[in-house]
């Protein structure tokens, strides 16, 4: 069996490890290349993109190792404006199943979720659909975090795009506990606790 790793690296739970120059440079390739020589670690890697398919040689010679895709919809026209250049969520959800396939655990990341964008009926039922016909299990989700800078930024895009969904952003920062509260309600329905 396999034996207790005795650390843990995180990737990209800052920055992005898989930004569109690594196609060119494959700076984290060589780092996976690395730390698959210390069998006793357990790697996880958090990203948008799908890029980390071309790295599943590598990932397979790390005894415990896991990739987390960071995915908030299925809609590929918010998901353009909310995360302008990273891959669209199908290509991500593609990546996805074809490390399952290779046998490299794979989890998602639903976060931010985003007030009267993301957290639609629609768009949940139907993130958590993909999901469970790609054979993604472990899901975590976090709510947005209000920091002014990301407030001022959000806010020009409800008004640009979104401005019906402008109130249910208010709303969400004038009491962030009742919005969490009644969004983990139904997460729990489509999380089946």
């Not at 992005?16 to 780092?31: L, M």
């Not at 976060?111 to 999901?131: M, N, Q, R, W, Y």
Request: glycine share 6%.
């Amino acid at each position: 069996g396999r034996k207790k790793p005795n650390g843990k690296v995180l990737i990209g739970t800052v920055t992005d490890a898989y930004q569109p120059d690594e196609a060119e440079y494959g700076i984290t390739r060589s780092i996976l290349e690395i730390l698959a020589d210390y069998r006793m670690l357990e790697v996880h890697i958090l990203t948008k993109s799908n890029l980390v398919r071309r790295d599943i040689s590598v990932l397979k010679r790390l005894d415990n190792c896991k990739v987390g895709f960071t995915i908030t919809t299925m809609n590929p026209r918010i998901a353009r404006i909310m995360e302008p250049g990273a891959p669209p969520p199908q290509m991500r959800i593609s990546a996805a199943e074809e490390l399952i396939k290779s046998g490299i655990p794979v989890w998602v990341f639903i976060a931010p979720i985003i007030p009267g964008i993301t957290d639609t009926e629609e768009s949940l039922s139907t993130l958590f659909h993909t999901l469970h016909e790609a054979g993604i299990c472990e899901i975590m989700t976090d709510y947005l975090n209000p920091y002014p800078a990301v407030v001022r930024r959000l806010k020009n895009v409800y008004r640009r795009f979104f401005p019906n969904s402008l109130p249910m952003l208010d709303e969400y920062l004038i009491q962030p506990e009742i919005y969490r509260n009644s969004i983990k309600n139904r997460l729990e329905k489509y999380l089946g606790k």
